[in-house]
């Protein structure tokens, strides 16, 4: 008797666990690979079809740098563009889906940045300029 009573709970649980694969929604997973600008192969690794850009970038950084590779790009995911290597020019936006693009191949590249220009650069800039300037001008002008 014991033992039917532990059969019969059983095949329910295994009822229940049937209804709740059934209840969840498989999320699709594909493998990416990601070539990273002035590294000498690229990143493969998987990917859920709804994760975000910005996570993508972040997952990359993270294995690039475990993986040991050069060179060092560091970790912060705000300083990095992904781009779709069969899509046009365009950067991926960091709040779109990976998954939206339809594409497996991308390329990370460092984001551009402008020095910005202040007043002590610019001093500098026209100070060095004026002293260069004045040091062609004296050499060129000899007195006879």
């Known amino acids: 008797m014991k033992r039917n009573v532990h059969v019969k709970m059983m095949q329910q649980m295994n009822k229940k666990k049937g209804n709740e694969n059934k209840n969840t929604v498989k999320k699709s997973r594909f493998l990416i690979t990601v070539n990273v600008l002035g590294s000498a192969g690229p990143l493969r690794f998987l990917v859920n079809e709804d994760d975000l850009v910005a996570a993508v970038i972040d997952v990359a950084l993270k294995s690039y740098a475990r993986e040991g590779r050069l060179p060092v790009l560091g970790l912060d995911p705000n300083k990095f563009l992904l781009y779709?290597?069969?899509?046009?020019?365009?950067?991926?936006?960091?709040?779109?889906?990976?998954?939206?693009?339809?594409?497996?191949?991308f390329v990370l590249c460092k984001k551009q940045v402008h020095p910005q220009m202040t007043e002590a650069r610019s001093a500098m800039i026209t100070h060095?300029?004026?002293?260069?300037?004045?040091?062609?001008?004296?050499?060129?002008?000899?007195?006879?």
């Open 128 to 144: 060095k300029a004026s002293g260069w300037k004045a040091w062609l001008n004296k050499s060129l002008s000899f007195k006879i």
């Open 84 to 105: 779709c290597a069969n899509a046009g020019s365009d950067a991926l936006s960091p709040w779109e889906k990976i998954g939206s693009q339809g594409g497996r191949n």
